[in-house]
């Protein structure tokens, strides 16, 4: 700054005045000022002023890499921040670095509040996570520490059952999530549905993850099952496409030998040559609510916590037909 004054001939209390945008300077001399500071490449450190009024004001998000559900949750929650004037910093799971370590990551880096997308760790972490941060919100799994939001996932897993009912599947299999956020509430749904439809002995659960690796697994067991099912409900769209990729090494159409149904509506699913029925989750309320929610929270720290459930729907496209004759 002082090197902007110099050159623009002013004094350094009048530059800052210019780069804070307040009155004392004319339009002459601000004018000069911006120049100057242009010719020198300065531009004022919005980050080191907001700190050293104690606030950073931004928001941590933490998420998976390679989870399109994830990505489109980021592409929704950037507009949102910085509509609220909010900067927005990643940090990821991978393999080889976990929750924890992205999570201090984003601490290091003195974010306001953290948003964590599919929370894989226990309610410990979260409690602790809480703690050290001003505002903690949880998106895909409730919290009894963190504001939370969330999709029916009952609801959703129901109305995909409902769907295959209609077209005349009876032999209906589940690939699950494992541990990932979510999938123990789509694994109670998808029995207690089947049972209701008097359909408890072709209850079928494969274990697997929210990967493509999972999906190609199963469907490998799948496909060589004698009494293989004629629909297969995935623990998410990663996991459908997975599926589609095994089948179709194995030799099965779908939807004429098996059909494939998802959960999430990423992008992945839209494209033609996948086509997935799916549940959409609406990924712009949550986000908008995720950001609104923290940004709430930094502001009265007193408020109850708050646990948003959003319904979801139903996407049907090419993946899913009549059973076999």
């Known amino acids: 700054m002082a090197d902007v004054a110099a050159r623009a001939g002013v004094s350094r209390a009048l530059v800052s ?177 089947m049972r209701r439809y008097g359909l408890a002995d072709h209850i079928r659960v494969v274990p697997g993850a929210h990967t493509e690796e999972a999906g190609a697994a199963a469907a490998r067991v799948l496909a060589k099952d004698a009494d293989r099912p004629t629909a297969v409900l995935a623990a998410n769209d990663r996991c459908a496409v997975g599926l589609l990729q095994g089948f179709a090494a194995a030799g099965l159409s779908v939807p004429g030998d098996i059909s494939v149904a998802g959960f999430d509506d990423s992008h992945l699913s839209h494209l033609s040559h996948i086509d997935l029925t799916t549940v959409r989750q609406d990924t712009a309320a949550q986000a908008e609510q995720a950001v609104r929610f923290a940004v709430d929270r930094l502001a009265d720290a007193a408020l109850p916590a708050r646990d948003l459930v959003l319904d979801p729907r139903l996407v049907v496209r090419g993946t899913t037909g009549p059973p076999p004759a």
Request: net charge neutral; hydrophobic share 40%.
């Open 17 to 193: 005045l210019v780069f804070r945008n307040q009155p004392g300077a004319s339009e002459q001399t601000e004018e000069r000022v911006r120049r100057a500071a242009a010719d020198l490449g300065y531009r004022p450190d919005s980050a080191a002023r907001l700190l050293a009024r104690g606030r950073s004001r931004t928001i941590g998000v933490l998420l998976t890499l390679h989870h399109p559900f994830h990505a489109d949750l980021v592409e929704a929650i950037y507009p949102v921040a910085e509509r609220l004037e909010y900067d927005v910093l990643l940090s990821a799971r991978a393999p080889g670095r976990d929750e924890r370590a992205a999570a201090e990551a984003l601490l290091s880096h003195r974010c306001e509040a953290l948003i964590v997308l599919g929370p894989e760790s226990d309610d410990a972490f979260l409690a602790e996570l809480a703690d050290r941060c001003a505002a903690l919100v949880v998106v895909g799994a409730p919290s009894k520490d963190a504001d939370s939001v969330r999709t029916a996932e009952g609801k959703g897993v129901r109305q995909t059952i409902d769907h295959l009912i209609t077209l005349g599947h009876r032999r209906i299999a589940h690939v699950d999530g494992g541990r990932s956020a979510g999938s123990a509430d789509r694994r109670k749904a998808y029995r207690a549905t």
